[in-house]
């Protein structure tokens, strides 16, 4: 089964919560590793790499909205929000989940890109990077109620729906 892109949403820790990134037009997770390069007499000049450290990015953008001053989204992480953050080089609680449960990556991360931009015909968007700080986690969380036949939840003898 394919999920559309706005199913699975990148939220950042702020004030306690996990909270979504407000506006979000688009996120992406990427991994590396990064490699030295080797070679010995018997290779017959051919490189070998060997893979070191491993390192991963969130690339993220989205449109402005108002979360910071009176009568604003609170709801939300947005653009002023990010600047400050990055601005004070903390490390954030992040991960990416979607409405259903179905899969979560979690970490810690620096803003370590951000960058706004605008046009007199348009709303103004803003693109920023998360590096990775230490190793992500990702989980499944699956979670099926039983039906009968008609679609209809089954039930243990205490009236609780029946979960696996």
Not at 64 to 92: C, H, L, M, P, W
Request: proline residues 2%; charged residues 25%; negative net charge.
């Amino acid at each position: 089964m394919f999920h559309k892109g706005e199913v699975q949403l990148l939220y950042i820790k702020y004030d306690g919560d996990f909270l979504p990134i407000g506006c979000l037009t688009s996120n992406s997770f990427s991994e590396g590793v990064d490699t030295l390069p080797a070679t010995t007499i018997d290779d017959g000049g051919w490189k070998k790499q060997i893979l070191t450290n491993q390192f991963y990015s969130i690339s993220f953008s989205g449109l402005i909205i108002n979360t910071a001053f009176t009568k604003g989204d609170f709801s939300k992480v947005s653009y002023d929000r990010i600047k400050q953050i990055k601005r004070n080089k903390e490390v954030i609680e992040w991960k990416i989940s979607d409405d259903v449960g179905l899969f979560i990556e979690q970490g810690y991360g620096q803003i370590t890109s951000l960058s706004s931009a605008s046009s007199v015909d348009d709303m103004i968007s803003f693109e920023g990077e998360i590096l990775g700080y230490g190793e992500p986690t990702s989980s499944t969380e699956l979670t099926y109620e039983l039906q009968d036949g008609n679609d209809n939840p089954i039930q243990d003898g205490n009236d609780n729906i029946i979960k696996g």
